[in-house]
């Protein structure tokens, strides 16, 4: 065959320069009973609850059964979901071992829940009789990338990784028990949920655009949120609350926080925890994370942190405004998420994979959402290149 590229169309398509969309913005490319973002008014919608009325009430397990059927789940419903999950609450051997050589090698957490999430496969498939239109691998991977996250964080220690008690634990007080070793108040509980309820679906974002596109090929579940978890753990996608809060912890002091900001707009750098593609009011996000920190900290969790947080968010949304006129950037939900998830004592390295695990829900939720539809995800792109260049072929024995 010629090295000459055989499709050489001599003019670039005008229909679809006219559509050019850089970052995708404003395409629509389907319909979604999953989540609304409106980001003109700054709501957030999750299958037809407002982010304020949902995350402070459901706890993660309803929240996810709500996006996975689009309806509210019933108590027994409800009971058989985690019954569900309890079962596969456990690592296979060699997601075990995966972790262990991750930890010797001491691999970024992100990098090894991809890694680990992709092990998952090793187990074998078992359907869950209760669910039987469901894909049983969205069970393994609610279940156990909460396990994932706290084995690896035990043994990047040098700990074998702890296991629970006997009992009805839940994502979210299992994660908090698996983390600390120690049993959580209902209080901590509580804003835990809050947090994964909150974050448990965005519309299409990044990383569930990525979810979707793979599983558009017919390709499957875990392959899919793999690839998600890779869109997840780029800074500016999930990986902004770990600088949002090492920020507040450099300002260290209420007076420190204008020329310690300002310098770095001044700079040209970028205030981790500010600004978002959509929501160009606020993120509804954020103040319902902001209501929840506060009731943290309020209760048992450090008071002073809160304050000079807040000090720390008022004098950048002002500072923005002068340095970015008109751009209304403002607090987005990875500010109070580092806040809320530092209150709970949880290190700053796993922020971004506790919101994986939450995101999960979504993702499984927008795969099943994508299967149905049924369409390959194909968007186009405007070459820029040349046409109709010449390979001349060299007489090599000339
Ligand atoms: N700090 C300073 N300036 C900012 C910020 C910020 N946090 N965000 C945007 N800007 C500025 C940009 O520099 C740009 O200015 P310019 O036009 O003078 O060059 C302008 O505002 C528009 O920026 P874009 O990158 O075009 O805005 P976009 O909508 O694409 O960005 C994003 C959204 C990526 C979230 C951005 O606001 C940002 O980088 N924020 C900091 C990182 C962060 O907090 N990420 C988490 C997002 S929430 C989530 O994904 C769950």
Redesign the pocket.
């Known amino acids: 065959m010629s090295p000459v590229d055989s499709k050489t169309d001599s003019k670039p398509d005008s229909k679809l320069d006219s559509a050019l969309r850089p970052?995708f913005e404003g395409v629509v490319f389907t319909e979604t009973r999953i989540s609304h973002v409106d980001g003109l008014a700054g709501r957030l919608t999750l299958a037809g609850y407002a982010v304020e009325e949902l995350a402070p009430k459901a706890t993660f397990e309803e929240a996810t059964l709500l996006l996975w059927t689009g309806r509210r789940p019933s108590p027994a419903e409800l009971e058989s979901f985690r019954a569900e999950l309890a079962a596969r609450r456990v690592l296979p051997a060699m997601t075990l071992e995966c972790l262990r050589q991750a930890a010797v090698q001491r691999l970024p957490a992100m990098d090894v829940l991809r890694l680990a999430a992709d092990s998952l496969a090793l187990q074998p498939v078992r359907p869950a009789a209760e669910w039987p239109d469901f894909e049983p691998r969205a069970f393994d991977l609610l279940a156990q990338m909460p396990l994932v996250v706290a084995a690896y964080h035990h043994l990047l220690a040098g700990h074998e990784p702890l296991s629970l008690p006997s009992g009805d634990w839940g994502i979210a007080a299992s994660l908090l028990y698996l983390i600390s070793g120690e049993i959580p108040s209902p209080a901590r509980v509580r804003a835990l949920e809050t947090y994964l309820v909150t974050?448990c679906d965005?519309g299409t974002?990044a990383s569930t655009l990525a979810a979707r596109v793979i599983v558009s090929t017919r390709s499957d579940l875990l392959s899919a949120v793999v690839g998600a978890i890779g869109a997840l753990k780029g800074?500016?996608?999930?990986g902004?609350p770990g600088p949002?809060l090492e920020m507040v912890f450099d300002i260290g002091q209420a007076e420190r926080a204008e020329p310690y900001l300002r310098a770095k707009?001044a700079a040209g750098?970028?205030?981790?925890?500010?600004?978002?593609?959509v929501y160009k009011v606020h993120?509804p996000r954020a103040a319902v994370l902001a209501a929840a920190a506060e009731q943290l900290f309020a209760a048992d969790a450090d008071r002073e942190l809160y304050a000079l947080a807040r000090h720390v968010e008022a004098t950048a949304i002002r500072l923005?405004d002068e340095?970015?006129p008109g751009?209304h950037?403002r607090t987005?939900?990875?500010f109070y998420t580092a806040l809320l998830l530092h209150g709970l004592g949880l290190p700053t390295e796993l922020f971004t994979p506790l919101?994986a695990v939450a995101r999960t829900a979504g993702w499984i939720a927008h795969c099943r959402e994508q299967q149905l539809e049924g369409r390959l995800l194909r968007p186009a792109a405007r070459y820029v290149g040349p046409f109709d260049q010449r390979w001349e072929v060299k007489d090599l024995a000339a």
């Open positions: 970052g974050v965005h974002n800074p500016l996608h999930g902004a949002a707009l750098e970028r205030l981790m925890g500010f600004g978002h593609r993120d923005l340095f970015k751009r950037l987005n939900v990875e919101f």
